[in-house]
């Protein structure tokens, strides 16, 4: 057993590290007794930090003993010195830990998610109802960042994509001699699929990384708490003006997406493959129905919601420094465009096979 007494301190930092090099001996683990320590400072538990990272580089552990409670609440904010590494022979526990772990993770975390929706959709509900519920003024100011300012970005992937889905495909219905059907793929699929689809990736893109950016440098500089003392709900603050912004715009953004597809399909039909303007927009209107739309409109205002709650929840669960708020960015963006696919995957097939 190694002892410990008086301040471990700067100053004493050069004797103490002698004395616990002299003390090691034999192979096996190390007892430290900390009861007659009365102080410690950085110094100390970088040293005492380096100390245990020795014996566990050569395969020892190390067992702190009678360590007073204001030493034991410095110690507490140093990990390495505090946590002990799981023996070799463990590896199950640990796999089987982390596995356990993760699956509370993701419990909690989808707790949290309906939580947040829950609460979004209740103060949403009850603020309509109220004469000075809602500010209106923010939600047209989010209305503006997350709706008008995508429409360029929107309007010219969604053309390209059109355009190029019909250049794609006219190889092949040339060679049929099904050119006019060009109008059915560019349209359909436009409406129901690619049109949603590309308005929410982009959204995510800008207005979900925006939104957990917003809340997570809130959270880091204490602001989500000042709201909270002065009786302000933060979802009902913060999160409410954005879900009804991008509820009303997104749909709006996906007619957009519809017709700047529409329209560079249009363009390469008659320009490449002999399709007439007329006979274009006659086949358009056999070949779409109400129902392509809705269902498209239907998905967007779906995505809406999931890109707006997917970034209040990064933002929320930002924790640490002007680093954290970067990586909940991160977080919101690709977990925002996942939550999407997956969304339209399974809506998809839920208007699939409810046909």
């Known amino acids: 057993m190694i002892s410990l007494s008086g301040n471990v301190t700067v100053q004493r930092v050069p004797a103490l590290t002698k004395t616990l090099a002299d003390a090691l001996g034999d192979d096996g683990p190390v007892t430290l007794d900390l009861s007659a320590v009365t102080a410690i400072d950085s110094a100390g538990v970088a040293m005492l930090s380096l100390f245990v990272r020795r014996l566990r ?29 799981p023996p070799g022979g463990q590896a199950d526990g640990v796999l089987l830990e982390r596995i356990g772990t993760g699956a509370q993770q993701a419990v909690l975390l989808g707790i949290q998610v309906l939580q947040l929706f829950a609460d979004a959709a209740w103060f949403l509900v009850a603020d309509l109802f109220k004469r000075k519920g809602l500010r209106w003024g923010v939600v047209f100011y989010e209305m503006s960042a997350m709706g008008a300012k995508a429409v360029g970005v929107v309007g010219l992937i ?75 709900h933060p979802t009902r603050f913060l999160v409410v003006p954005k879900l009804l912004a991008i509820s009303l715009t997104q749909p709006l953004l996906t007619v957009l997406a519809d017709v700047a597809g529409i329209f560079g399909g249009f363009l390469v039909a008659v320009t490449y493959l002999e399709v007439g303007p007329a006979t274009f927009l006659e086949r358009l209107q056999t070949a779409l129905f109400a129902k392509d739309l ?44 996942f939550a999407v696919i997956v969304a339209d995957a399974v809506a998809s097939l839920v208007f699939y096979f409810g046909e």
Do not use: W
């Open 57 to 85: 580089a050569e395969g020892r552990s190390l067992t702190l003993v009678g360590t007073p409670e204001p030493i034991e609440q410095t110690l507490r904010l140093f990990p390495d010195v505090k946590d002990e590494p």
């Open 158 to 232: 969604a053309f390209l994509v059109g355009a190029t889905m019909a250049l794609q495909s006219a190889t092949q219905l040339r060679q049929f001699g099904a050119n006019i059907f060009v109008v059915d793929l560019i349209g359909i699929s436009m409406t129901r699929e690619l049109g949603p689809l590309m308005a929410a990736i982009v959204v995510a893109g800008r207005s979900g990384s925006s939104v957990a950016a917003e809340i997570g440098t809130m959270v880091i500089s204490e602001e989500i708490d000042a709201l909270k003392t002065m009786g302000l």
């Open 294 to 337: 809705l269902t498209g409109l239907i998905k967007s205002v779906m995505f809406a919601q999931l890109i707006v709650v997917v970034g209040a929840i990064a933002g929320f669960r930002t924790r640490g420094g002007a680093d954290a708020v970067g990586r909940s960015t991160t977080t919101a963006v690709v977990a925002g465009i």
